[in-house]
């Protein structure tokens, strides 16, 4: 059962609700992110038929740097797409990796899909390098996407439930946990009588 | 006599992060579950953050972190060193005091 983290140790994913009007573009506008796509990209790859949608921000200062979406849910197919964004001038250290993978869980813990597509223009998408290769590329779309007077290709990636829950969830999980609630949670699982062990005990009375 | 000391657990705080980088780099798939080690050749020992990827970074960070028993990922967003003698001064800083001559 996987648990739906919006908050790890030092990232905080806040429901976006803009009012009526403004876009979550808009949002981020203000919150002045660097590198943000432009209004065309935003709204073909992160902003149509949203489920849901958060602000990133930063612990230590509240500063918002990144947002989150997920969208095109279909149950039928059980799938739905997820995107994200983090401001790479204040996001570093590991940060984007971190709301990469709460994105991941967010979605297999809210909804019943067995896989999560994440649509992108970049080629070298930090999330899909060496060390986290639970993500499989599963198209080009050539020359899909206008933007800025350009025509970029789209690459769409996926990520499957089975591997998630197997490996992904643990990473995020010691992420939400300082190194002495670790050791502690480690230590009670040690501890923890095994089902042979309790077989045993149950055949000695 | 203390900068020597000093000097020695910067030494052995700096090998731990090579060693902790180097496996991150060549068994960081396995922790994810596809190991794939065909490129095994071409993978270049890290030597600076620059070299390791945002995902690199948080496993490395969490191995440290329980290598030494200190919180580390929380104050990260204040570290703005790009190479591993940056890192174990970070590290170090955080490390309670230990009389000269321990190990």
Known sequence: ?205 | MTEMFVSDQKKEVREQIEREALKIVLFGSYELGIPDLTDLGEIPEPSDLGNLDSFSIILLILALEDTYGVSLLDDMAGFTGRNFDDLADFVIERLPPRAEGQK
């Open chain 1, 1 to 205: 059962m996987l648990f739906p983290h919006t908050k790890t140790r030092r990232t905080l994913l806040r429901h976006a609700n803009p009012p009526e009007g403004v876009t979550a573009h808009d949002l981020l506008l203000k919150a002045e992110l660097n590198d943000l796509p432009s209004a065309e990209v935003f709204g073909a790859l992160y902003s149509k038929e949203v489920s849901a949608q958060f602000l990133v921000e930063r612990r230590d200062t509240d500063r918002v740097v990144g947002y989150v979406s997920f969208h095109h849910l279909d149950l039928s197919g059980q799938h739905m797409r997820a995107s994200f964004l983090t401001d790479p001038a204040v996001a570093g250290n590991g940060l984007g990796a971190e709301v990469t993978l709460m994105t991941i869980n967010y979605a297999f813990a809210m909804w019943n899909v067995r896989k999560i597509y994440f649509w992108t223009t970049e080629t070298d998408f930090d999330v899909f390098r060496t060390a986290f290769n639970a993500a499989h590329k599963e198209a080009t779309l050539p020359e899909h996407l206008y933007d800025r007077g350009v025509l970029r290709d789209v690459h769409i990636y996926a990520v499957y439930r089975e591997q998630w829950e197997e490996h992904g969830a643990e990473l995020l999980n010691k992420l939400t946990q300082g190194p002495g609630e670790r050791r502690k949670a480690a230590s009670t699982v040690s501890a923890a009588p095994t089902d042979s062990t309790e077989a045993s005990e149950g055949e000695k009375s």
